[in-house]
């Protein structure tokens, strides 16, 4: 094999090579990430100016499921400017199955 067939295989090798290492470690990504839950924040403001949190988890079928509502969602309209405010904590599980806090009437609002 002559200098030149020999560079062009060296070239040809290292070209599979780029192509193939990438694909492989996006589809091991891609395969990880399957197994992990997707969930969305959904928010609406009501009448009296709070805004209602929840979440969403995207389920099997690409569509988003069951609307997980915390017992402390509602923030208060007059919140303060710059102020972090947080809801009471939801519990994911594995498999699709998520466990909450059942929604009450008269739920408590974020101070």
């Not at 007059?78 to 594995?94: F, T």
């Amino acid at each position: 094999m002559g200098l030149v067939s020999r560079s062009l295989a060296a070239v040809l090798v290292v070209a599979v090579c780029a192509v193939a290492i990438p694909a492989d470690l996006a589809a091991q990504q891609t395969a990880a990430v399957a197994d992990e839950p997707e969930v969305r924040i959904v928010a609406r403001r009501l009448g009296d100016g709070r805004v209602e949190f929840g979440l969403e988890r995207r389920g099997a079928g690409s569509d988003w499921g069951e609307r997980l509502l915390p017992s402390r969602r509602y923030f208060p309209a007059d919140a303060a400017e710059g102020r972090w405010l947080s809801s009471s904590a939801l519990r994911l599980q594995a498999g699709g199955d998520s466990a909450g806090e059942a929604p009450r009437r008269g739920d408590a609002p974020i101070a």
